[in-house]
């Protein structure tokens, strides 16, 4: 098998005792039969009455007890997204708070009443998957999302930034065609570090037996009005599948955490609302209330749920409430959370107080449009991705050329060299000095296709232990793919550059490494940089473990490179000179020129991103200027304007063993850490008790996908090390290594 450019994976398995889950069944369209289906005559015929049922639903004691709201709060705190004081610290600042809030009180008894808009809630069908193209019943079935489904998300995408909205938090369920399409959606409003929600609330109706089956083969074996009755009746079940089926969920090691009794064999639209309920009620409804824009990416009848509760939709009505893919649908409230009716002349359904963004069937005809045209002519780029270069600058445009042109002028005219391409940057008519083995930036070496060798090499003593035996917990650590900024040389640290086309490849490669050798996870942690959660969102894909909860933190961010952002080395060379630029290349603890409060590349700027962190000290000096400035009141805290590799590693060990540790490492958890260099070096060092005086020969090279090395003895993980870090056999490094109560597996 070829693997290009693999990025390298270093594994840590930590004694402690792990329960085995089984993989979840392979998705394949199955073999249509005729089952023996009987509707149950008192679902078919129970009817309830119109108007306020949803509210008495609401009463029910069952959903609204403390267990109910437990839940929910700790489905959403387990792995929480935002990074928050240790609680230690909270009690101590309390006091502060609570003088902050008796002020802010004060100056609103004298001043305007400051009220706090509620935010809109953005209603988002997921992208039509096979199976849905292919007329079956999908329900809790995990079938990926179709190419058409692709493009009707990257369409809505495109809706929500020409209508400006930005929204807070994502909600979506543990369906891949819902994940996918939650990740292709921040990626086109360029908020990949979103907080994405993954819950089962917001699973698809479960239909029971009916799942795999096409409509049509269903319809000529029951009728039409029994098949129209399960689809759309409020209480109307289809017959429940047995435990012994291969869709039954409690089979998936994704409902781990989900009690036998919240696994449905089947479900009615009434107990899709059932567990949609305490989500709106103690989740969406309340983020909403504070003022941010929730947008929730699910499917047709936990949406129609959702509506049903927001509009308190009779049954009867709910009947013609429909969720057309790839439009978003979009409800505004008033201060005490009634939907506000939308106005005149606005795209809106009956029953409903929610705007359509576009009408519903444009993007559909105009899909089926380009498919006829392309029958005549084919070739037509409607409807296909357009890559387009992200945040790409005249630098990097300049740069791009300049390649170009040098290639050109060497003689490899007959070479066609797109400007698009991110290859290596040529660096002509001076000598690169030979230098010392120092690469704390995120350089990436280059090397050809490579022949991967998956022959396990066995080191010193019984061999490796596979993913799939061990019980105890693991962690993996995996650097991001090469960004267009890596392939120029450019120092990237902290600007988001998205991956390029090889380092999509590198991600999924990574991805495809870990399946060959079995390996499975239950949480991921990530920066809040979207190379990163790119590489990891590829990675699990190819895992197909698209549903794990992932964490986004600050501060497994690469190293902040401060006024050296965007530069290259010749560049950085001529402004400050060569030694100067090896000093702050080799230096742990040398930072490099800050940036300017006012400069684009300062992280406090990014007014979007920021709100996201609450676990650094304020900077009162910049709060000052930026309330002023804003004529109201703004904390801002004391981001990094330049760091060293060392500031680097005391943000990135202390996360490790302060909140990784404790959350997933302690308690049985399977972890994929994927990061940058500086990051995962410092907690390399910390793990392998690496002095910082043999630093500068750890180094994490991209691209080398020549073998796999699995071990579970020191002396075999130390020549792993030394494959994956580039270090030389005579390097002072390897006597440091204190690996006695950890297995490493790369």
Request: proline residues 6%; neutral net charge; contains cysteine.
């Amino acid at each position: 098998m070829k693997l290009l450019h693999s990025i390298p994976l270093i594994v840590v398995s930590i004694p402690g005792g792990i329960a085995a889950f089984n993989t979840p069944p392979t998705i394949n369209p199955p073999i249509v039969k005729t089952l023996s289906l009987r509707a149950s005559s008192s679902d078919m015929e129970e009817e309830i009455s119109i108007g306020q049922y949803s509210h008495s639903l609401w009463s029910n004691p069952n959903l609204r007890s403390n267990q109910v709201k437990k839940s929910i709060h700790d489905e959403s705190r387990q792995y929480s997204i935002i990074d928050s004081r240790p609680r230690w610290k909270s009690i101590l600042l309390s006091p502060v708070k609570l003088l902050g809030k008796a002020a802010g009180r004060a100056v609103r008894a004298v001043g305007a009443k400051d009220e706090t808009k509620p935010g809109s809630l953005i209603l988002l069908r997921c992208g039509e998957s096979e199976w849905t193209k292919a007329g079956r019943f999908v329900g809790w079935a995990d079938p990926a999302l179709a190419r058409e489904g692709e493009l009707q998300i990257e369409h809505a995408g495109r809706l929500l930034l020409s209508y400006g909205y930005e929204p807070e938090v994502i909600y979506t369920s543990r369906l891949k065609r819902a994940v996918k399409s939650s990740g292709i959606i921040s990626n086109i409003i360029s908020a990949p570090y979103l907080p994405l929600y993954k819950t089962w609330r917001l699973n698809e109706r479960n239909y029971g037996a009916l799942t795999g089956l096409k409509k049509v083969d269903a319809t000529e074996e029951f009728g039409v009005e029994v098949v129209q009755a399960w689809r759309n009746s409020l209480k109307a079940r289809p017959p429940a599948m047995k435990k012994d089926d291969r869709y039954y969920p409690g089979n998936d090691r994704r409902y781990g955490d989900l009690s036998e009794d919240q696994i449905p064999l089947t479900e009615s639209l009434m107990d899709c609302m059932e567990r949609v309920i305490p989500l709106w009620e103690y989740g969406i409804k309340k983020r909403i209330k504070q003022g941010d824009d929730v947008l929730v990416v699910a499917h047709t009848n936990t949406l129609r749920g959702l509506m049903q509760v927001i509009d308190n939709i009779g049954e009867e009505d709910i009947k013609e409430v429909s969720m057309p893919s790839s439009i978003p649908f979009v409800y505004n409230f008033d201060s005490d959370m009634k939907p506000l009716l939308p106005a005149e002349g606005k795209l809106s359904q009956a029953h409903t107080s929610g705007v359509f963004l576009e009408k519903p069937g444009l993007l559909k005809e105009a899909l089926k449009r380009n498919e006829e045209w392309d029958k005549i002519v084919p070739g037509s780029t409607f409807g296909q991705t357009i890559e387009v270069r992200k945040r790409v600058s005249t630098l990097e445009d300049s740069l791009l050329k300049l390649k170009e042109e040098q290639v050109a002028a060497a003689g490899l005219a007959a070479m066609i060299v797109d400007p698009d391409d991110d290859g290596q940057l040529i660096v002509t008519g001076m000598a690169e000095p030979k230098e010392e083995s120092v690469v704390f930036e995120e350089f990436y070496n280059q090397t050809s296709e490579a022949e991967i060798t998956l022959n396990i090499q066995k080191a010193g003593g019984s061999g490796f232990v596979k993913q799939g035996e061990s019980k105890d917990p693991v962690v993996v650590f995996i650097r991001h793919g090469r960004t267009p900024h890596n392939n120029l040389g450019l120092f990237t640290g902290w600007l988001d550059a998205p991956l390029a086309p090889e380092g999509v490849e590198d991600a999924k490669n990574g991805g495809r490494l870990l399946k060959m050798h079995g390996f499975e996870f239950d949480v991921v942690y990530t920066s809040q940089l979207g190379r990163a959660i790119d590489t990891a969102r590829k990675c699990i894909d190819e895992l197909d473990q698209s549903w794990l909860p992932m964490v986004k933190s600050w501060r497994l961010n690469e190293r902040m490179y401060g006024a050296l952002t965007g530069k290259s080395k010749q560049m950085i060379a001529q402004e400050y000179g060569e030694d100067q630029l090896k000093k702050w290349r080799s230096g742990i603890k040398i930072r490099p020129p800050p940036v300017s409060s006012f400069s684009l590349n300062y992280p406090g700027n990014d007014y979007k991103r920021i709100k996201y962190v609450k676990d650094l000290r304020i900077s009162w000096m910049e709060t000052i200027f930026r309330s002023v400035e804003a004529k109201k009141f703004q904390v801002h805290r004391k981001f990094p304007k330049t760091e060293s590799t060392w500031d680097c590693m005391q943000r990135a060990i202390p996360f490790y063993t302060e909140r990784i540790v404790p959350e997933a490492v302690d308690n049985g958890k399977r972890v994929l850490i994927s990061s940058h260099e500086n990051a995962i070096r410092g907690i390399l060092m910390h793990l392998c008790e690496i002095p910082e005086e043999a630093m500068k020969q750890l180094n994490l090279p991209n691209g080398d996908g020549k073998r796999v090395l699995i071990s579970s003895h020191e002396n075999a993980i130390r020549g792993i090390l030394m494959h994956l870090c580039e270090i030389p056999e005579e390097a002072s490094l390897m006597q440091y290594l204190n690996l006695s109560s950890y297995q490493y597996v790369c």
